[in-house]
């Protein structure tokens, strides 16, 4: 399939007459809502938890589900799952909000779910979105009933359960996270939407590029709602042509999503920026490593992608010259993935900006190859006899252990020994930065080494 492809809908023949494709209940609501899954082969996304022979999965296949938490960003399926469950399971489905119901609605729900328990032996899933949101209280509420099987509670939120979940809840319920759906996902739940007549837009005469769909798919950030919003403005807001036509292009969908594409995909441009990215910050301007940075943060990129190379950037080019970079790099790394776009830009500027203007030195990751090249072309030193193990039945008698000094029990907590069995020297610290102390007391230990060994010292070779 060429880049450039059209998709096409094929509509009804009375469909352009304003919409006679979408049931009259639904014809009002938003094309998000529409476009629901109303079982599990039409649920787009989280294969980690529900792909053929999971736990989740199977637990809904066969009736087998107790209380549930889903936790994951927004537009991720946690509303829609929790009704699919309702549906496999035959349940009654009751919807709370953690924003807008208060203790005497839960109350009352918990009621009727008693009575109905009772009385027609049908079970009762109670589905409570924004769960975060309610205080201990109210969350206790739940409890017995939750606890005694009245009711099987779904939660859903944005939060970390275990931090912003009651503990009893939390130890009452199987926990799922929902991950953001993949570009891909999303590209083919556009096209799902596009070719549904009876709940999506296939009722119009829609031909939508395929750099449009995918522009949108990888500008919702992983958000289901928020590409099938954008779709429907898209093409409710779009004039037809003189045939009818809704044509779809890449400008309507920057429009739409309000964001403009930019040219980065995953063949040439997105490694192209990344290395660029990369050698802004080893050749220390801070200037081109932010304008990179920005162009990756606007064009969708996976923050712990970006996190991840300002990790390896601050101990490849920065090394023992400037330890705290890596230290910051790693913070930032955590950063960025609790709190995600768009505040994560913060953190990551920082560390890349840390970096660009940090003493550079590669030492450390000559020291480490070269150290590899060693043992990988068959060089295994065996570990000498006073290194080994000596704390076993048996160690005394081999030997193990015998005449290795406690270096703590010498002056400057140093002994000079041989730690190797053979004269390798792998680590060549600079003069960059903290490392010009750390090669001062390197070449004074070496020495030492040599001498105890009774060789001459490199250093007066």
Do not use: C
């Not at 009352?108 to 209280?137: C, M, P, W, Y």
Request: aromatic share 6%.
């Amino acid at each position: 399939m060429s880049r450039d492809e059209l998709f096409s809908t094929a509509p009804e023949p009375q469909a352009a007459q304003g919409g006679a494709g979408v049931e009259h209940g639904q014809r009002h609501q938003p094309l998000a809502a529409r476009m629901r899954p109303r079982d599990l082969s039409e649920f787009v996304g989280q294969p980690h938890i529900l792909g053929p022979g999971q736990l989740l999965r199977r637990a809904i296949e066969a009736d087998r589900i107790q209380s549930l938490i889903f936790y994951g960003p927004p537009g991720t399926g946690k509303t829609s799952l929790a009704q699919i469950i309702a549906r496999q399971t035959r349940s009654k489905f009751e919807r709370l909000s953690g924003v807008e119901s208060n203790v005497a609605d839960m109350r009352r729900v918990l009621a009727l779910a008693a009575n109905r328990l009772e009385n027609k032996g049908q079970s009762t899933i109670l589905f409570i979105d924004e769960i975060h949101r309610f205080n201990k209280a109210q969350q206790d509420v739940l409890l017995p009933d939750v606890e005694g099987g009245v009711v099987r509670l779904i939660g859903a939120t944005t939060h970390n359960p275990f931090f912003f979940v009651n503990s009893p809840l939390v130890s009452r319920s199987q926990i799922f996270e929902l991950r953001p759906l993949a570009e891909a996902e999303l590209y083919a739940l556009l096209q799902r939407a596009l070719a549904d007549a009876e709940r999506g837009l296939g009722y119009l005469k829609v031909q939508a590029d395929e750099t449009a769909l995918r522009h949108l798919a990888k500008l919702s950030d992983g958000d289901a709602r928020k590409a099938l919003n954008a779709l429907e403005i898209a093409a409710l807001t779009t004039a037809p042509d003189p045939a009818g036509v809704i044509h779809l292009d890449l400008n309507v969908a920057e429009q739409s999503i309000q964001k403009k594409a930019i040219v980065y995909d995953d063949e040439d441009a997105h490694y192209d920026t990344i290395s660029a990215f990369i050698k802004s910050m080893r050749g220390s301007d801070p200037d081109a490593t932010l304008y990179w940075l920005a162009k990756m943060i606007h064009a969708g990129e996976d923050p712990r992608f970006i996190a991840r190379r300002i990790v390896i950037q601050a101990a490849e080019d920065v090394g023992l010259a400037d330890p705290m970079a890596l230290v910051l790099a790693n913070a930032a790394f955590q950063a960025a993935e609790f709190i995600g776009w768009p505040e994560a830009r913060i953190p990551l500027a920082e560390a890349a900006i840390y970096i660009a203007t940090a003493t550079k030195s590669n030492s450390t990751v000559m020291a480490i190859d070269a150290a590899m090249k060693d043992v990988e072309s068959g060089r295994t030193l065996a570990v000498p006899e006073h290194l080994r193990d000596g704390s076993y039945r048996g160690a005394k008698l081999l030997g193990h252990g015998e005449g290795y000094q406690y270096a703590h029990d010498h002056p400057g907590h140093f002994v000079a020994q041989d730690y190797l069995g053979a004269d390798r020297r792998y680590y060549e610290p600079t003069d960059q930065g903290v490392e010009k102390k750390i090669k001062e007391r390197v070449e004074k230990w070496r020495a030492q080494f040599a001498k105890a060994e009774g060789r001459t010292p490199k250093s007066e070779l």
